[in-house]
């Protein structure tokens, strides 16, 4: 399975972004993909995910994430998207795509992932 992570940019704080990643491949190997993001200096951490079959989608233990962050999927284009709002400096990362089976994705052990793409917001 190839992703390629797309969508990241420069934005000023409070303003808004949309990832996407395209999954090409043996897709039908994965159940699920994710959103994660490392900022300098920090580990990577979890964002987001959602499951192919039902669009269950599972987020972040963040109530900034839950409330500015949305996780979608189109299963026609095998593409997951990640429309990020109210962006705030914090928020500053490479952010990566990841697909596989759902717990491993949302355990940060999924077996594929993209090369990331970069956010910066400016305060």
């Known amino acids: 399975v190839q992703l390629q992570a797309s969508g990241g940019g420069l934005v000023q704080a409070g303003g808004s972004l949309r990832l996407s990643c395209a999954a090409t491949g043996r897709i039908f190997e994965t159940d699920a993909m994710g959103w994660f993001r490392q900022a300098p200096g920090k580990e990577r951490e979890f964002v987001a995910a959602v499951r192919w079959s039902d669009n269950y989608t599972y987020y972040r233990d963040s109530v900034s994430v839950r409330a500015r962050f949305t996780i979608s999927r189109d299963n026609a284009k095998n593409t997951v998207y990640l429309q990020m709002n109210s962006l705030e400096p914090e928020d500053t990362a490479v952010y990566y795509c990841?697909?596989?089976?759902?717990?491993?994705?949302?355990?940060?052990?999924?077996?594929?992932w993209g090369p990331g793409t970069q956010v910066t917001v400016s305060s």
């Open positions: 990841a697909a596989g089976e759902y717990r491993r994705v949302v355990m940060s052990a999924a077996p594929y």
